[in-house]
């Protein structure tokens, strides 16, 4: 797999913490060129470490979102990892956390795609598009209707695109991981009968590991899926299957 991603750029936001850390370490492992986004300069400094070239930016400031990919040479792979999540009761959910969210999880995504998509098409290049959506955008789960409507919304979006960026030789993906064991994830799962509830509606009775959805972000990227296109990819241990 590494021969796909040698001497290719590829974009990452989000690339910070967790899953975004680990696709930007491991895709720089292969060989790319990683532009590792994130909005805290102290998440960047272990990727800059490690080969990276790391952007400093809040994407809720869609003009500077413009700016900066504007500025930046056509990359050959787009992963949209960045993402927030506020849990909250429906009738209890702070309207300027779900916009928020939505500005995050969905707005922002759109935006870099369509940049980084307007690039690859003017230069005539190749690509593959991942978006980093979630279970969540498939099933509603309680306390997550800003997460879960943001993530349907990506979904959607995704299909859209593949739709009409195929005939660009652009490819785009989702991978719908279930919860993953991300320092963060594990702190935000740790109470047991919380932990103990969602892992029963789990087929394979656990969550996923940062690496196992990393490998799944690997292949949707590189060549090894080239016929794999508008897809929704969990990576749930079954959860969506019994639903």
């Given at each position: 797999m590494q021969a796909h991603f040698h001497a290719k750029r590829a974009l990452v936001?989000?690339?910070?913490k967790g899953i975004g850390q680990a696709v930007s370490m491991a895709l720089r492992g292969a060989g790319a060129e990683v532009i590792a986004l994130?909005?805290?300069?102290?998440?960047?400094?272990?990727?800059?470490?490690?080969?990276?070239?790391?952007?400093c930016l809040d994407l809720t400031d869609f003009v500077a979102i413009e700016r900066m990919l504007e500025e930046?040479?056509?990359?050959d792979f787009l992963v949209n990892n960045a993402g927030v999540s506020f849990?909250?009761?429906f009738?209890?959910?702070?309207?300027?956390?779900?916009?928020?969210?939505?500005a995050i999880n969905t707005s922002a995504a759109f935006l870099v795609s369509q940049c980084v998509a307007r690039r690859q098409v003017e230069a005539g290049k190749r690509g593959s598009i991942v978006h980093v959506s979630s279970q969540a955008s498939q099933v509603g789960l309680a306390d997550?209707?800003?997460?879960?409507?943001?993530?349907?919304?990506?979904?959607?979006?995704?299909?859209?695109?593949?739709?009409?960026?195929?005939l660009h030789g652009i490819r785009v993906n989702c991978v719908?991981?279930?919860?993953?064991?991300?320092?963060?994830?594990?702190?935000?799962?740790?109470?047991?009968?919380?932990r103990d509830e969602m892992q029963a509606k789990i087929p394979l009775g656990r969550f996923a590991e940062t690496d196992e959805v990393v490998q799944a972000i690997l292949f949707l990227l590189g060549d090894?899926?080239?016929?794999?296109?508008?897809?929704?990819?969990?990576?749930?241990?079954?959860?969506?299957?019994?639903?």
């Open positions: 936001t989000g690339a910070g994130s909005r805290d300069p102290a998440d960047l400094r272990k990727l800059e470490e490690q080969g990276c070239m790391t952007i930046l040479d056509p990359v849990p909250e009761p009738l209890e959910t702070n309207f300027g956390k779900f916009q928020e969210t939505l997550h209707a800003a997460y879960c409507a943001s993530k349907g919304a990506l979904d959607q979006i995704m299909r859209v695109m593949a739709l009409e960026l195929g719908n991981p279930t919860v993953t064991l991300t320092p963060l994830g594990r702190r935000a799962w740790s109470d047991p009968q919380k090894d899926s080239s016929m794999i296109h508008g897809a929704t990819v969990p990576v749930d241990g079954g959860f969506l299957a019994v639903r």
